[in-house]
């Protein structure tokens, strides 16, 4: 099957801009995390949705950053007044969490979108 | 808070021979998972192989082993046979069992390169 899409794969925007990012699970999966990999860096975690449950959001570096999960599928980042700060790789991954005490499943990521604010 | 570490910013190897990776995470939990994902330059992280924290056995994947030390912390990843495929960065990372999901916290990654 399909695995987890993203778009747009390169977004170039100007300081100040909105922006919306996007990302496609694999179908049927109950959780979906947002992660963002700055030049040099390793992976720090943004948010995380998980079924009907309320989105763990203790990632997201400032509030212009916000995401959404519509019908417990489709996620949109959206980052607010863009700065250059915010230029990064931005990769979504998603799972299949059927246990309700004990996370097991590994996350599956998709091939990210580059973000860079000029 | 967690936290993982990967003191090889970059590593080489020659095709054929054997490389291991190095990673230590720190945790107040006994009941966790760790993993290696491999990102080639097209930017998408693949899982190589995982270990349960609650199995002695060392994870196995083809060409690809772990050797995990839980009193120590310690995580690495032997890669046998190297090929030229297996150039990429290397992450190591942490995912707690708790809850019903859990994120995942990375180190900063080992960049692999292999020669002919």
């Known amino acids: 099957g399909a695995g987890v899409s993203q778009s747009p794969s390169n977004k170039v925007t100007e300081k100040g801009k909105d922006v919306e990012l996007r990302c496609d699970p694999i179908?049927?999966?109950?959780?979906l995390y947002w992660y963002r990999q700055s030049l040099g860096q390793g992976l720090e975690f943004l948010i995380y949705f998980q079924g009907n449950s309320a989105p763990d959001k203790s990632g997201l570096p400032s509030d212009r950053f916000s995401a959404e999960r519509t019908g417990g599928s489709v996620s949109t980042l959206t980052i607010q007044r863009t700065q250059q700060e915010d230029s990064a790789v931005y990769l979504c991954?998603?799972?299949?969490?059927?246990?309700?005490?004990?996370?097991?499943?590994?996350?599956?990521f998709g091939p990210g979108t580059r973000l860079l604010v000029l | 808070a967690q936290t993982v570490t990967q003191s090889q910013p970059e590593m080489s190897v020659q095709e054929a021979e054997t490389v291991t990776l190095s990673c230590t995470y720190d945790?107040?939990?006994?009941?966790?998972?760790l993993f290696w994902y491999k990102q080639p330059p097209s930017r998408q992280m693949i899982l190589v192989i995982r270990?349960?924290?609650?199995?002695?056995q060392n994870a196995t994947e083809n060409r690809f082993s772990v050797n995990f030390q839980k009193a120590a912390k310690s995580f690495s990843l032997k890669i046998s046979d190297s090929q030229l495929g297996d150039a990429a960065m290397y992450f190591c990372?942490?995912?707690?069992?708790?809850?019903?999901?859990?994120?995942?916290?990375f180190g900063t990654g080992t960049r692999l390169q292999v020669t002919l």
């Open positions: 990372a942490y995912r707690s069992a708790a809850g019903t999901a859990s994120k995942l916290t």
């Open positions: 270990q349960e924290a609650y199995k002695q």
């Open positions: 179908s049927g999966h109950t959780a």
């Open positions: 991954a998603s799972s299949l969490e059927e246990r309700v005490y004990r996370a097991t499943e590994t996350q599956y």
């Open positions: 945790t107040s939990e006994s009941d966790y998972y």
